[in-house]
């Protein structure tokens, strides 16, 4: 291991040191002798081994990791043996991804090895229209080795309103044929294969994780009505992470499921409109809700989506997958549902799921 400190910037204020490396953090060291200025210069420097930096500022063994260690813990270190592994064309190819990772990234996991992850992930996504087709961009930008595209439906031109992978030119065609072709012509290191096809049941979907085998399934398929409880049911059993969102009018929701951790779809109840789903239908408030969706479903629904909300959307579902393909950092809406508020500002909420320990579906898992 050769301890790498990031882009880091100091200044002395007297016996103290002053480390910023983002703006809204920074780190106070005591200093009086200079010599953990020593150590910041080398660490910079990079290119040592703890032994080796020892040896230059005459201090024990210990003490210099010790200060590694300490540093390695407020994320400022990269092991500088897991870094310029990356083709040249890569490099530039993922530069940006690359400056975004080593925010996060330690000794134990660099930069390099976080964009690996992704180069090496499959997602399956389910829909490629308004959500998706928001989705899917950003999964093709971070550099998502593979994806399995799956949709049933054709261009339309009431799509243009916030379906931004297709063109006038593709009015009629298959959605999921020319989103596979964007993807294409996007990077075409990209593995990227589609199915067109209805989804009929769970056993279907159990059927296509194993056949695809992904990382993560995205979904942002609305019918039929059962479909986010079959997905659900689909990912569990295989143990493949779930990542969903929607709109209602005028709140949109990004959820996910993470088999065996948070509490599965299945554990909270699947439709407001049916009193069976509540344990008490006879207090006022719940008799209110279910009285209000009963009317609400009973008419015909426009599809709400314009482009601000799918784009809005797509991008918080992208960084749940992102989170799940490469452990930055752990799921942020698993069991936790974020509820954006499009009639107030976009303000948002989160509350949990609770678990179901008898749950048919995860109980026990």
Known sequence: MRPRLKGISWERVGDELRL?????????????????????GLLIEGGRTVAEIADELSLDV????????????ERLLEDGDRLGRLEPADAERYFSNLAFFESFSTLRLSQEDLQRRLRESHVLVLGTGGLNSNTIPHLAGLGVGAMTLLDRDTVEPRNFARQYLYRTDDIGARKVERAAAWV????????????????????????LIRRVRPDVVASGIDRPK??????????????????????SVTTGTVWSVNPGVSACRACVPAD???????????????????????????????????????????AFGAFEVLRYLTGFEPPAYAGRPLDIDFAHGCATSQAEWPRDPACAVCGGR
Request: one cysteine or more; charged letters at 25%.
């Open 20 to 40: 910023v490396y983002d703006p809204r953090d920074q780190l106070i060291l005591a200093d009086p002798d200079g010599r953990v200025e020593k150590l910041l």
């Open 62 to 73: 210990a003490d210099v990791q010790g200060a590694v260690t300490a540093f390695d813990a």
């Open 184 to 207: 294409r012509a996007f990077d075409p290191a990209i593995q990227v294969e589609w199915v067109e096809t209805d989804i009929a049941g769970p056993e279907q979907l159990v059927e």
């Open 226 to 247: 059962m479909i986010d409880l079959w997905v659900n049911e689909a990912c569990v059993r295989n143990g493949v992470p779930f990542v969903r969102g929607g709109m």
């Open 272 to 314: 407001p409109s049916n009193p069976a789903d509540f344990p008490d239908p006879d207090d006022p408030a719940i008799a209110g809700a279910i009285a209000a969706t009963r009317l609400f479903v009973s008419r015909p629904q426009p599809n709400r989506g314009i482009g601000p909300v799918a784009g809005l959307l797509g």
